[in-house]
């Protein structure tokens, strides 16, 4: 018999190899996602940006230097707040990331060229520290920061957030800085409630100028020409997606579609819905925000759904002409319901299917 020890030793003997942690200290704990893919946010913002230019350029051809004073305004103002917050938190400057800029313009692009300054600051203030900074800033708000400073405007300010200029009002009249007008929305909704006819609001004419922009109403609800160029080149970038969009704009144009069926003089058509009002402009620049709207497709579909059936309501059936902030703003309160419903699926999961074995004769199940 051989005198060596053996070699069949417990698991409690066996030597341990040694496992090695990562050092505490280095370990970052933060909020999901924690997978970053693709260019950064601040690369994001600036694509953004650059996808708002065509419809930037048409507000200040039609609006003149008001439309340029309110951007600036909004969009100053925006960052001032951002670099205060983070100078009173302690924190290191944020506006690198362009997002308060963006949100600047978003805001300036949703009042009108004729909104006092005390207002678009007011509306900065709110879309920054309210609606973005005290939820931990960028990527932990839950609400899109420029619909809630609008909402925040509109309902605080009515008055002067219900003055539209008319467009080329500056060129064409000399002796006034602007003139003031209802928005195609106001006038519809006006026209429909005494029983007149809505046949112009569903002329030739009429959508041809609402396409190109030469109607009343907030810097982003003309030149739906502009919008779509810009919404269509976030789709091709790749920086948004198209499904939300898309189920926004399909759903209006079904939901409005049923209710001239069914209630024929209700609400002017179809291409007048999708050409007036804040919709091009919310649908692919502010539903579409990343941090605001759900992670998966089929979520994104509902989540557009929504936003389509509420803009329809409002604008239909409530007392306010536009109602896209409002939508936005409410679908993004059910963003983690969304979520939680339209699950992504682990990574690797397989559906493996088991065979049943049928027993034979005699066996017992």
């Not at 928005?183 to 409630?193: C, K, R, S, V």
Request: include cysteine.
């Amino acid at each position: 018999m051989s005198d060596e020890p053996s070699k069949n030793v417990s698991a409690e003997e066996a030597p341990q190899k040694k496992v090695l942690l990562p050092d505490p200290r280095h370990l970052i704990l933060s909020p999901s996602p924690h997978i970053q893919v693709g260019p950064g946010s601040g690369k994001i913002m600036l694509l953004v940006i650059l996808c708002l230019v065509p419809a930037l350029i048409s507000s200040l051809l039609f609006f003149g230097l008001q439309a340029l004073r309110v951007l600036v305004i909004c969009t100053v103002s925006c960052a001032f707040f951002e670099f205060l917050w983070c100078v009173i938190a302690g924190r290191k400057s944020t506006l690198h990331d362009f997002s308060a800029v963006l949100t600047g313009i978003l805001l300036g692009m949703n009042v009108s060229s004729l909104t006092p300054a005390w207002v678009c600051i007011a509306g900065s203030f709110v879309a920054v520290i309210i609606a973005k900074q005290v939820y931990g800033g960028l990527g932990q708000n839950p609400f899109n920061p420029a619909a809630v400073g609008r909402i925040a405007m509109l309902i605080g300010a009515a008055g002067p957030m219900t003055k539209f200029a008319v467009p080329r009002a500056v060129f064409f009249s000399p002796a006034a800085d602007a003139l003031t007008g209802a928005t195609p929305l106001g006038a519809a909704g006006i026209t429909a409630g005494m029983g007149k006819t809505l046949e112009y609001f569903n002329s030739s004419d009429f959508l041809w100028r609402a396409f190109v922009g030469e109607i009343g109403g907030s810097l982003g609800e003309t030149s739906a020409l502009a919008l779509l160029i810009g919404g269509i080149a976030l789709i091709a970038l790749k920086v948004i997606r198209w499904h939300i969009p898309v189920a926004i704009l399909g759903t209006v144009a079904i939901f409005v579609s049923l209710v001239n069926y069914f209630s024929p003089g209700t609400t002017p058509g179809v291409l007048f819905h999708l050409l007036t009002g804040g919709l091009m402009l919310g649908s692919f620049f502010m539903a579409t925000d990343m941090v605001t709207s759900p992670v998966t497709v089929k979520g994104g579909i509902v989540y557009g759904i929504g936003i389509g059936i509420l803009v329809c309501v409002i604008r239909i059936y409530g007392s306010y002409p536009e109602g896209m902030s409002f939508s936005i703003v409410l679908m993004n309160a059910l963003v983690p319901l969304i979520d939680r419903f339209c699950y992504i699926r682990p990574f690797g999961y397989q559906n493996i299917k088991v065979n049943k074995i049928e027993p034979r004769r005699g066996e017992i199940k």
